[in-house]
């Protein structure tokens, strides 16, 4: 045997020389210190020099009943004793059982089959791969292309990273699987028509989507992958009636609608999930981040009955499956958060706040670089401009230079944990825990409003 491990005291050159974080420059960090959080509590992390910081972005739109919830580190170690670990590959356990069950419960219409995963990606990946399947097997053997939204986020997979509709991300990658299109997405702020009516800017977005499929020959169409308020971009919520339609349109090809929930449901919204919210039922959902509150991983694709029926059939099998997926201390960890949920009402505080919030970050518009503010319940972009009557974007330079060199570390320096992005236009991205109270946007609100007001002069 070798000599112990000396453990490094310093945990920033470490984090630089060892981790290899996520989404991550790495040469930013050659000669500068790795932000280290070392634990949270309520609204609030705190980094390895004790400061304090508020969570604006719910670690990653995951940490929805708050930091430091010690129920459910409890729930996970009784877990841990009982039973740590077993497949759900033709074995069952209790955990996961009770925890498809709530699911199907909490999930609208006929969607009562919960496939379990460990992410978003996978659950997300799980969905396209059982969408082709389904047309197989009922003998439509060329149905395999999806369809989803320009600048929209579903993943890192193979498959999910196709349905992806952001070329930077997914260029280091190619060749991709092939068969995934993209259609416009629902940012009326720049909208390319009908930009001063929401319903028929609805109507005009769903209608894409119909045209594409009709362009790929409907034969060929298995699925259409959509956010209810998509993520990348900065926070587009649907118009009017849109889901509505696009409903119409899927049913009329024999195309599944996928709801991609990994971000919106579970309270994000104000509704355990987010296609109740706008008033309609998809074939699948996909979900994960806040099913657990971050405190342990999960997803899960929850199916239709009759999107099921064929798999329920004879010798058919959907050869899919992770061994992590419906794990015993994560579905615990689930049933305890849900549990929570109901007992202290975070949906409904998500309802009856959230009029508030967008108000609280409405008055930013004062400012010249706030083009627009944009969301639904506890989740809100800001989007950046040079000019607000042009709605003028930044250059890439610009972008390199003011939110990526300025604002994002200038938010950070100044207490705010949330993400300055501009894989669409320029935004700052807000999903801060459910708990969250008008003191929480009030300090949202100050701590960007210090930030752009400097940040307008760097321009």
């Not at 060892?18 to 070392?38: C, D, G, K, Q």
């Not at 496939?115 to 996978?122: L, P, R, V």
């Not at 060929?220 to 889901?243: D, I, K, R, S």
């Amino acid at each position: 045997m070798g000599n112990p491990i000396a453990v490094s005291k310093d945990l920033s050159r470490t984090a630089y020389d060892h981790l290899w974080m996520h989404f991550t420059r790495m040469s930013s960090y050659e000669n500068a210190p790795v932000p280290t959080i070392v634990r949270g509590e309520g609204t609030y992390i705190y980094d390895d020099q004790g400061k304090k910081y508020l969570d604006g972005l719910s670690g990653l739109f995951v940490v929805q009943a708050g930091h430091g919830r010690r129920e459910l580190a409890e729930v996970a170690a009784k877990q841990a004793t009982e039973l740590a670990f077993f497949p759900v590959w033709s074995y069952a356990h209790p955990k996961a059982v009770e925890l498809a069950e709530r699911l199907a419960h909490y999930a609208p219409g006929d969607l009562n089959k919960v496939f379990f995963s460990t992410g978003g990606g996978e659950a997300v990946e799980t969905a396209w791969k059982l969408a082709k399947q389904y047309h197989k097997l009922n003998g439509n053997h060329t149905k395999y292309k999806v369809i989803s939204r320009a600048v929209a986020y579903h993943g890192t997979p193979q498959g999910a990273l196709s349905i992806t509709g952001l070329p930077a991300l997914k260029a280091p990658f190619e060749p991709l699987v092939p068969g995934a299109h993209k259609v416009p997405n629902t940012n009326i702020y720049r909208a390319p028509i009908h930009g001063d009516d929401p319903v028929a800017f609805g109507r005009w977005a769903a209608d894409q989507i119909e045209q594409e499929i009709l362009f790929e020959g409907p034969e060929t169409v298995a699925a259409v992958f959509l956010e209810p308020v998509q993520n990348a971009g900065g926070c587009f919520p649907p118009p009017p009636g849109y889901f509505e339609r696009v409903r119409e349109i899927c049913d009329k090809y024999d195309v599944l609608l996928v709801s991609d929930e990994v971000i919106c449901a579970f309270g994000r919204l104000g509704t355990m999930f987010a296609c109740d919210k706008f008033g309609y039922i998809p074939d699948i959902i996909t979900c994960a981040k806040g099913m657990t509150s971050g405190y342990s991983p999960i997803g899960a694709t929850i199916v239709s009955d009759r999107i099921a029926a064929p798999f329920y059939q004879g010798d058919n099998t959907f050869l899919h499956g992770y061994t992590f997926g419906g794990h015993p201390v994560s579905s615990a960890v689930a049933l305890a958060n849900l549990d929570l949920f109901e007992r202290e009402g975070l949906n409904q505080h998500v309802l009856d706040n959230e009029a508030n919030f967008l108000k609280t970050l409405q008055k930013l518009h004062d400012l010249p670089i706030v083009g627009d503010v944009r969301g639904n319940g506890f989740f809100y972009g800001i989007e950046l401009v040079k000019d607000k009557d042009t709605k003028e974007s930044f250059t890439d330079e610009e972008s390199e230079r003011v939110l990526y060199g300025f604002v994002s570390k200038k938010l950070y320096e100044y207490g705010l944990y949330c993400r300055a992005d501009d894989r669409g236009d320029p935004v700052i991205q807000l999903s801060p825990p459910l708990i969250s109270d008008q003191s929480t946007f009030d300090e949202i609100e100050g701590i960007i409003r210090q930030v752009l007001t400097e940040a307008w002069s760097k321009i």
